[in-house]
């Protein structure tokens, strides 16, 4: 990249950019943890299992990702659905913004 003597190089994403005051760049931080959950029921049950599992070991649980999903299969039926979830949770000294 090619710049005239005396001007500045400007960064993607700085371009008009203009400093926010103190306090205003504050983000959450939020904690993902795997869990593994079953159900007799179907996938959508076991997904909340997983949520309520989590929620008894921490607090401000904020979303959940499905990573995978199986079945086990007896006799031609299923009988059990179990999901691997990613549950995201809000870190306690962050306000949920």
């Known amino acids: 990249m090619q710049c005239s003597p005396g001007r500045d190089i400007q960064r993607s994403g700085s371009a008009g950019a203009e400093p926010k005051p103190e306090g205003e760049n504050k983000m959450s931080?939020?904690?993902?943890?795997?869990?593994?959950?079953?159900?007799d029921k179907g996938f959508e049950?076991?997904?909340?299992?997983?949520?309520?599992?989590?929620?008894?070991s921490v607090r401000n649980v904020k979303s959940v990702y499905i990573k995978d999903m199986n079945a086990a299969v007896e006799?031609?039926?299923?009988?059990?659905?179990?999901?691997?979830?990613?549950?995201?949770?809000?870190?306690?000294?962050?306000?949920?913004?």
């Open 29 to 39: 931080m939020l904690k993902v943890i795997e869990v593994l959950a079953e159900s």
């Open 45 to 56: 049950d076991a997904a909340q299992n997983a949520v309520t599992q989590a929620s008894q």
């Open 75 to 97: 006799n031609g039926h299923i009988t059990s659905y179990r999901v691997n979830a990613k549950i995201s949770f809000l870190l306690d000294d962050q306000d949920a913004g």
